[in-house]
């Protein structure tokens, strides 16, 4: 029998309902398994830290959102956005579950073609798409999405000079409360810029535009922003049927839903605070019955939601290193996973959880990563249970960013494991080693001795 660890009594007040001076519960349920296989045995075969990925969570999330959409709005469709996660396995899912790919450069759009994505079936955003990109695009009959006029005018050279038209959309930055403005991306809406772009597009005798688009910021907090938004795209359809003579194909709306995670400087957790997916959609949704095309005439409304996808269905297993006093008597973990590995703790305060039982009582903690860095800090006063060297902990809603952000630094990256609807782990991609990291590199026949 192993023996049990000792605590020292104490007497914890509890109190219903909303948030108290006396805080938030302080017991922890350890999380000993993800989707049913045990933790210790994913760090033993596959290695710690590693990123774990369940398939049944991004399925269930993105059938969830499409049945909330298309029951307030009869033509939806989602655009896997993948600069948020573009790992081969996780794309394929979704693209399995309907999506189709929303990409912001030449790179992302070669990797949906390598998955066999339609080019039809590819929105092209980003601000820096190049010459070759466009040629690209346009050639696979994909969805370009103009930003800024000097773009314009090199896509309008490119299809003339193929003798092909290409299906173009703009991007629409619109005033809507939030500062700072993202109004560095696309074209104005209230000074008039986007209906001049627009004027110029239908002049144009190989560009056919048939979407408007929309990306209003990230981790959007409030509904009122997007009913602002999609109020003024749909103005701007409006004038385009009235003032053009153009039926939209599309309405393109972009991302910006908030996941679970907790942004440093919320008091309360982001599961108390944040609307409900179905109060978004009621934003996104009643302004589009103000168009005036009406039945099989109305436009398709087009998702490019990521984080809200793919965060939860993200974990992260990481093990302690060292247990510290800091200078102030304040208890620090340092594991081994850092902020090269988990970038977007710089902004959230990651969920972490034991993965394997402790005691009731928990201590406001430093978790630091290993990088000899002294700003490899993963969360500050984090409140967490007594841990000790070898203990695993599980980070938690890490599924979007994490893993098309890492870098390899200090330390090589780790593998990542989903774990398939079955219940069965695989590696999606392995581990770093120093043959593969150093496979890019050269010596100079000058230096060759030197490293002899």
Known sequence: MDKKKYERPVILKQQSGLMN?????????????????????LAAAYGSPLFVLSEKKMRDTQQQCQRIFRSRYPKVQFA?????????????????????????????????????????????????????????????????????????????????????????????????????????????????????????????KTLRIVGLHMHIGTYIMSTEPFRVAVSKLVALANWLK???????????????????????????????????????????????????????????????????????????????????????????????????????????????????????MREQANIYGPLCMNIDCIQEDASVPALKKGDRVVLMNVGAYTMTQWMQFITFRPAIVLITADGSPHVIRKAESLEYVMSLEEIPPSLRSLSA
């Open 80 to 204: 896997w956005s993948y600069k948020t996660n573009y790992m081969n396995a996780v794309c394929s899912i979704f693209h399995s579950e309907g999506s189709w790919a929303e990409v912001v450069s030449e790179f992302e759009f070669d990797r949906a073609r390598h998955l066999g994505v339609r080019g039809e079936h590819i929105i092209f955003n980003g601000p820096a798409k190049s010459a070759a990109a466009l040629e690209k695009a346009v050639r696979a009959h994909s969805k370009i999405h103009i930003d800024h006029f000097d773009e314009l005018y090199e896509l309008i050279e490119i299809t003339t000079s193929l003798g092909l038209k290409a299906d173009v959309a703009i991007r629409v930055n619109v005033d809507v409360g939030i500062y700072p403005k993202w109004d560095r991306f696309g074209f104005n809406y209230e000074n008039g810029e986007a209906r001049e772009a627009l004027k110029r597009i239908a002049a144009s």
């Open 21 to 41: 001076k006396f805080g938030s519960a302080t017991s922890t349920q350890p999380m000993t398994d993800i989707e049913g296989v045990p933790v210790a045995e």
């Open 242 to 360: 009235q003032q053009l003579a153009i039926d939209l194909d599309y309405i393109d709306v972009g991302g910006g839903l908030p996941s679970h995670n907790t942004l440093k400087g919320q008091y309360l957790q982001a599961d108390e605070t944040l609307p409900a997916l179905e109060q978004f959609a009621d934003a996104i949704t009643a302004p589009l019955f103000e168009l005036e095309s009406h039945g099989d005439a109305m436009p398709t409304l087009i998702l490019e939601s990521g984080r809200a996808l793919v965060d939860g269905a993200g974990y992260l297993i990481s093990t302690v290193l060292a247990v510290k006093r800091l200078s102030d008597g304040k208890r620090a973990y340092v594991i081994d996973a850092g902020i090269n590995l988990l970038f977007t703790s710089l902004w959230y305060k990651h969920k972490m959880v034991p993965a394997q039982p402790t005691g009731v």
